[in-house]
Antibody, heavy 122, light 105 residues
Framework: QVQLQESGPGLVKPSQTLSLTCTVS??????????WSWIRQPAGKGLEWIGR???????NYNPSLKSRVTISVDTSKNQFSLKLSSVTAADTAVYYC??????????????WGQGTLVTVSS | SYELTQPPSVSVSPGQTARITCSGD??????AYWYQQKSGQAPVLVIY???KRPSGIPERFSGSSSGTMATLTISGAQVEDEADYYC????????FGTGTKVTVL
């Protein structure tokens, strides 16, 4: 069974770039027709879709974050990554990585990581 | 930007039926998906493509969609079903619903 694990700094200073990595185990990130996503959740609030990447490098981003987000994939390490630039306190959240299945014309997260808390503070 | 609207909270007695709605303009032509999130845990997919149930999800969870509204039904709700529930769908982008806290007491 596929497992995902987020890693990265838990504290980022305002105006800097948040960088997280998701390591996939239990299967190759390149196998199958899957997308790989990032989703976040501020404390006590709802889920926000950030974006996703296919192993070909094709990406889709949330329009509200698109100018600050970059998602990349490293198939040799079975990892994909998130970079969010110019962060503010509003970017403080639990960040989840997930594997998306695609069918019926849509892609949707099926397997999720446990999440990692990132706090933006000086 | 696209929005999916859910009621903030739903309360149900054990053994009764809980219904959670999700309203979105694109739902007539796009599937709805439903996630259950218990406190401190990652979300779990409970319904996909409006009404399909992933393996391992109890039969008491069912989904339907009509027009601009999708509905998640928990028939015979159990105490362990107490959680936040989010719908998810797409229009030009992907979006989660506003979330519904289900209380079973």
């Amino acid at each position: 069974q596929v497992q995902l694990q987020e890693s990265g700094p838990g504290l980022v200073k305002p105006s800097q770039t948040l960088s997280l990595t998701c390591t996939v185990s239990g299967g190759s990130i390149s196998s199958g027709s899957y997308y790989w996503s990032w989703i976040r959740q501020p404390a006590g609030k709802g889920l926000e879709w950030i974006g996703r990447i296919y192993t070909s490098g094709s990406t889709n981003y949330n329009p509200s974050l698109k100018s600050r987000v970059t998602i990349s994939v490293d198939t040799s390490k079975n990892q994909f990554s998130l970079k969010l630039s110019s962060v503010t306190a509003a970017d403080t959240a639990v960040y989840y990585c997930a594997r998306d299945d695609c069918s019926g014309g849509s892609c949707y997260p099926t397997y999720w990581g446990q999440g990692t808390l990132v706090t933006v503070s000086s | 930007s696209y929005e999916l609207t859910q009621p903030p909270s739903v309360s149900v007695s054990p053994g009764q039926t809980a219904r959670i709605t999700c309203s979105g303009d694109a739902l007539p032509k796009k599937y709805a998906y439903w996630y259950q999130q218990k406190s401190g845990q990652a979300p779990v997919l409970v319904i996909y493509e409006d009404s399909k149930r992933p393996s391992g999800i109890p039969e008491r969870f069912s989904g339907s969609s009509s027009g601009t509204m999708a509905t998640l039904t928990i028939s015979g709700a159990q105490v362990e079903d107490e959680a936040d529930y989010y719908c998810y769908s797409t229009d030009s982008s992907y979006v989660f619903g506003t979330g519904t806290k289900v209380t079973v007491l």
